[in-house]
Nanobody, 125 residues
Framework: QVQLVESGGDSVQAGGSLRLSCAAS????????GAWFRQAPGKEREGVAG???????AYADSVKGRFTISRDNAKNTLYLQMSGLKPEDTAMYYC???????????????????WGQGAQVTVSS
């Protein structure tokens, strides 16, 4: 059974840092591209960062230079290191596996599946 479990969400002040983790079971991250998405209240889910199985990365303009996506193959875990957090980063963050239908770096929700339950990130000013 394929399952993704996010962790690491928390409440922080603006300028702070957090690292989100996404543990996978049922498959290995090294053989799939993966991504982080987020959804703020009243807004659509948006792609934040993607990591190809070959190691290339892609980021939304809003987080470039502040967020870093990475993977630990030994732990079979996908990470999102977030620094310089802003109140507008407040959202539920989800990880997902690329399933096809387009290019992974477009970070379109429809290209991804196996969504986790989410991790809440709240940034206060």
């Amino acid at each position: 059974q394929v399952q993704l479990v996010e962790s690491g969400g928390d409440s922080v002040q603006a300028g702070g840092s957090l690292r989100l983790s996404c543990a996978a079971s049922g498959y290995t991250w090294s053989t799939f591209s993966g991504a982080w998405f987020r959804q703020a209240p009243g807004k659509e889910r948006e792609g934040v960062a993607g990591l190809a199985k070959g190691g290339n990365t892609a980021y939304a303009d809003s987080v470039k230079g502040r967020f870093t996506i990475s993977r630990d193959n030994a732990k079979n875990t996908l990470y999102l290191q977030m620094s310089g957090l802003k109140p507008e980063d407040t959202a539920m963050y989800y990880c997902a596996r690329y399933r096809g239908g387009g290019t992974w770096y477009e970070l379109r929700e429809s290209y991804y599946s196996d969504w986790g339950q989410g991790a809440q990130v709240t940034v206060s000013s």
